[in-house]
């Protein structure tokens, strides 16, 4: 039987608390993520539970200044149950290591963590169903900045009325949090032939290699 999520989401916090006690920062952080993991494994909070697959978490470095956030799992996160697996993904981690990480140095989540049939976008609900475990996520992580991948990502953090394109190239505060908005990669991908594009998303990042001292 699945557990019920708003139940063990309370006992992330009560294990986070006694593991702080304790002072055990790395099993803390270790802990608390699996805990979060099996949660939204188990999640049945929104219709989407019933068409996913499996549902993606997110994977990465726990200690990372550098999360990347995008909207939703596709077909090929669905049915590995990783996110940024697929074509989008590929271009992601060949960005990722034009800023001098490493993939597995960063951490790669999405709003939402099951696929919407078709891929279309999130709904309302969805992500309000979701919202919990992205924010545990950031809370256990605690980067300094956050790159939004897409329109559907950045509104999580922005509040604005404006297009993607109008969006980025600034830094947004989310508490202590730099937010970068940028293109999706899958935006990237079906607009191959505009150079300009990837233009931005690289001026974007070379605002984030800055921020966090990389050259």
């Given amino acids: 039987m699945a557990k019920d999520p708003d139940k063990l989401l309370s006992e992330v916090g009560e294990k986070l608390k006694f593991l702080s006690l304790l002072g ?24 989407l539970a019933q068409t996913r697959t499996h549902a993606v978490p997110g994977e990465g470095d726990l200690n990372t200044d550098l999360m990347f956030v995008g909207e939703a ?11 940024f697996v697929g074509r989008a993904g ?31 976008n ?5 992500i309000a169903s979701c919202k919990d475990y992205l924010l545990a996520q950031i809370e256990l992580i605690n980067p300094k900045v956050i790159v939004t991948l ?13 297009g993607i394109t109008a969006l980025r190239g600034d830094f947004y505060d989310f508490g202590n949090i730099k937010v970068m908005p940028t293109f999706h990669p899958s935006y990237l991908i079906r607009n191959e032939g505009n150079k300009n594009l990837k233009k931005m998303v690289w001026e974007d990042m070379k605002m984030v290699m800055a921020f966090l001292g990389k050259k």
């Avoid at 055990?24 to 219709?47: D, G, R």
């Avoid at 799992?73 to 996110?83: C, N, T, V, Y």
């Avoid at 999130?122 to 969805?126: D, K, T």
């Fill in 150 to 162: 897409g329109k559907v990502a950045s509104d999580f953090f922005i509040r604005s009325s404006l």
């Fill in 122 to 126: 999130p709904q309302g609900s969805e």
């Fill in 24 to 47: 055990v920062e790395f099993l803390m952080h270790e802990s608390a993520v699996l805990s979060l993991e099996e949660t939204i494994l188990n999640c049945q909070k929104c219709p």
């Fill in 73 to 83: 799992p596709g077909r090929d996160e669905d049915l590995q149950g990783k996110p």
């Fill in 90 to 120: 590929q271009l992601l981690t060949k960005i990722i290591h034009a800023m001098t990480f490493k993939r597995d140095e960063v951490y790669i989540t999405n709003i939402v963590k099951c696929r919407p049939p078709g891929n279309r």
